[in-house]
């Protein structure tokens, strides 16, 4: 069987490296710790003002001032220290701005104070990636996962990372777990398509090129969408 010579793209990489989409944004319902020191009717006034000012940290982060993103969180913390959601949206703040080791220790701490959100896992792992920790990456995930199976986000992310560390077989699986939970996945098309394209399953990768690409032209996402027709362009010529 003639070797497929898929030419190198970075399509893989930024749907790791260059994407956000794993980091959390609106938890506004996140469960709220009062101090262990406030008095019944002192914890109510506490948690109300440390509501308000938490949305109006998060409003701010959704207008990307993160500076004042991270001076509304920080001073949630002060007011409530057990304030899980805080130290995560802070941590994507401080993410933001390039403060990396800052914004892991802030996750690091949300998932000592509640070891039961899965997001907080998936946020971090992301983070881990960035730091090219691969191996604490994928066991946030794991732990992610274990909370909630159903998150497609995380096992794409794990796929990719295992799809880079030519673990292919165990990144198929996860890109296959990423588009059955979500069908219009796009980039899961495309990196299933590369995994088995690794694998000599040139048929399906050709299908995965074909699906990546109908999907990103209807997300208007035209950049992934020449990539994807490129794949196509070059499976094409070899298979025939």
């Known amino acids: 069987m003639n070797i497929i010579p898929i030419l190198p793209t970075n399509l893989v990489v930024k749907t790791i490296f260059g994407s956000i989409e794993s980091l959390g944004f609106t938890n506004i319902a996140g469960k709220v710790l009062s101090g262990d020191r406030a008095e019944p009717q002192q914890k109510s006034i506490l ?3 440390a509501r308000k000012i938490y949305i109006q ?3 701010d982060l959704a207008k990307n001032d993160f500076y004042n993103a991270i001076k509304k ?10 304030f899980t959601s805080a130290y995560n949206d802070r941590g994507i703040a401080r993410y933001k701005l390039g403060y990396k080791q800052s914004a892991l220790e802030d996750l690091t701490t949300a998932i000592g104070l509640n070891p039961y959100k899965a997001k907080y896992y998936s946020n971090r792992g992301f983070m881990l990636t960035r730091l090219e920790d691969y191996t604490g990456a994928i066991a946030d995930y794991n732990s992610a996962l274990l909370l909630n199976p159903n998150l497609a986000q995380a096992y794409f992310n794990r796929g990719t990372i295992r799809l880079q560390m030519e673990n292919s077989l165990a990144a198929l699986a996860d890109f296959e777990s990423a588009i059955r939970l979500d069908p219009d996945f796009a980039k899961a098309y495309f990196n299933r398509g590369m995994t088995r394209y690794k694998l000599r399953e040139s048929h399906g990768a050709f299908e995965d090129f074909q699906k990546a690409a109908e999907l990103f032209q209807k997300q208007g996402r035209m950049d992934y969408y020449q990539d994807a ?3 196509i362009q070059q499976l094409c010529y070899y298979i025939n």
């Open 73 to 82: 969180f920080t001073c949630v913390i002060k007011m409530n220290p057990k």
């Open 47 to 49: 948690n109300t003002s």
């Open 57 to 59: 940290g998060l409003k």
């Open 229 to 231: 027709t490129f794949q």
